[in-house]
């Protein structure tokens, strides 16, 4: 049997070693901090809300996007436009996506939001080659912990266990209705 | 026209309305950005089959039996991906039991054993030489037809004499996976509680053990 292919160190941090993964992908563009940094703050819809939508964009179960989800309860969520897609599409630099994408999803941990996702928890474990479950993983290296409401998994600062649900209750109210 | 991701898939997945009686039930993408995301759902009467994209990855299509996928009891369980089912056929009972291991000391084995079995098609991919991301999306596809053909063909002829097996194996993965990485982070977690914070899909689970006798 051949040996493991070794996960990046970023892959590793996270403990996924899967190498589909785009956090194992290599980078392609060389982009600086500061352009990282932008592109993802450029991406970030709503950003004063408390709330941050993640998920899948499609496939079974899926009844809107992520970012449809965000949008339609007023949540904070990441999507870049298209000018900045055809970049990289064009290099197919899956893993300079990533970049931005953890850029995004790092931001909103220091911001200390509560994350909503529009597909259940245990569904995101499984999907190896997405984008959301390194993700999820992130978020949780940064003191989150799960809870269910109104049929949606959440990830929850631990500093906020005692107030989220008051905290969805007046910015979402929608949500909290199964 | 540009080529799109359902122009793709339609192209990679024709085979499965000439040979195998499906009709294309549902195709959708993003309209501005390209190879963003999209999803595209074939069914028969007894199976369904859906290849998505999401933020320019495709996934490995994804199969359930057509009752299931259309119960709304069951919208996120009813599925199990390629990627599984090919896993489950090209593994040993011995490699099985070390990827269903609770242990997290079987770590490194199981980098191991996915990567000399190319379980998400990395290496397989890499390997493929076309000339632009095109051609390289097209080839994608067409290996995930192929990998179709080759794993799910009783799946797709509506035959799932194996389906309870094979859902009982991707339950017994997932449960591996998170008591392992629960305990590798000092949390000794039971069978029970990680069941429990998934009811939807212990409850499919449940319905097909009852459906196969086997409750």
Redesign the interface.
Known sequence: MSPAAAPTLEGWLLGISRAESPVNQPLTLGLSEEAISAVAEAGIHNPDSPLFAIGFSSGPGVSQPYTQFGAQHGMGYFAVDDDVWQVFDAAEAQGDFWQINSQAIEEAVTQRRIFVLNVPYARVESATRSFSLPEIRLIEMGGYVGRNIGGHDILVPIELLDSYQSIIATVAPDLLAP | MADTFVSLVKSAFRFLEDEYGFTLAFADEDG????????V?YESGLS?V?I??????I??P?I?RARD?QDRRF??A??I?L??IREYAITTAEERATLLSHDPGV??EI??????K??????FLRSKGGSD?IT?RREELDAYAQVLRDYADPLLRGHFSRWLELREY?WG??LA??IR?ER?HGKDISVREVEA??E??LAYLQALRREYGRA
């Not at chain 2, 998505?52 to 990855?57: C, M, V």
């Not at chain 2, 980098?111 to 000399?116: G, K, L, V, Y």
């Not at chain 2, 190319?118 to 290496?123: H, I, K, Y």
Request: charged content about 35%; hydrophobic content about 30%; cysteine-free.
């Open positions: 501005e950005r390209l190879f963003y995301d999209g999803t759902l369904a859906s998505g994209i999401d933020r320019g990855i996934s490995l994804e359930s996928a919208k996120w009813s599925y991906s990627s599984r770590a490194l980098q191991r054993i996915e990567h000399a190319d379980f998400g098609l990395a290496q991301r390289r991707d993965r997932w996976e998170r990485r590798e914070s998934y939807e899909g």
